[in-house]
């Protein structure tokens, strides 16, 4: 298996709702990543998970809880999201030990009303 | 940290023509240049990649050059065919960290 998958591929929710994005990879990767995409912009790195510890977050906001469970499994929760969350939000993967590349998921359109 | 700049902004060729993509950083401890294409709604799709060590690397009708010296690498894209068209992002990495250019979205005009 050499894709990412990522669930839901859309999602529309309330700002009360809670809702989590689920992204999976059984490429052996022991990094992975959610990146937040606007139209037309580059990718905006929000957590990256190494070795299924969290190793970097880029000061998102606490509405957005990252949960890695596994080496294969990457969670994204969400709760009181705002309308200005909405976008393409993308998981990646790689293995730091042997590549730099990272293999991208298809992505999950979440839309807040 | 990084600053990856990314030109043009927008690009339009006419088919057949070439097209090339310029990116500039500042780490010289970055040392992996890959360039992503995303088409509409996809995710992005690693077209070519070259390291520090390497100055030039062709795939096809694509190639990307390295100047370690001067920071800067280049996407080219020879006899572009219409399904060139999307949006293109050139990256360096430090480490696991990405840093992206801020795109160029080109059109191939048949």
């Known amino acids: 298996d050499t894709e990412v998958t990522q669930t839901p591929k859309h999602l529309v929710m309330g700002m009360t709702n809670k809702k989590s994005l689920k992204c999976e990879q059984h490429?052996?990767?022991?990094?992975m990543y959610w990146y937040k995409q606007k139209a037309k912009k580059p990718p905006e790195l929000m957590f990256v998970y190494s070795y299924e510890k969290l190793s970097i977050n880029e000061s998102v906001p606490s509405r957005f809880s990252p949960e890695c469970p596994n080496s294969s499994l990457l969670n994204l929760h969400l709760h009181a999201l705002q309308p200005e969350d909405s976008a393409l939000y993308l998981c990646?993967?790689?293995?730091?030990?042997?590549?730099?590349?990272?293999?991208f998921g298809p992505g999950t359109r979440l839309t807040v009303l | 940290g990084e600053n990856v700049e990314q030109h043009p902004s927008t690009l339009s060729v006419q088919e057949g023509d070439s097209a090339v993509i310029k990116c500039t950083y500042s780490d010289s401890a970055s040392n992996y240049f890959p360039w992503y294409k995303q088409e509409l709604g996809k995710r992005p799709q690693l077209i070519i990649d070259?390291?520090?060590?390497?100055g030039e690397k062709k795939d096809q009708r694509i190639a990307v050059t390295l100047n370690k010296t001067a920071k800067h690498f280049s996407l080219h894209i020879t006899e572009t065919q219409p399904e060139d068209s999307a949006v293109y992002f050139c990256?360096?990495?430090?480490?696991?960290?990405?840093?992206f250019g801020t795109g160029t979205s080109l059109t191939v005009i048949p």
């Open positions: 990646a993967s790689s293995h730091p030990r042997v590549s730099n590349e990272q293999f």
């Open positions: 070259i390291r520090s060590n390497v």
């Open positions: 990256a360096a990495i430090t480490g696991n960290q990405f840093y």
């Open positions: 490429m052996g990767h022991r990094a």
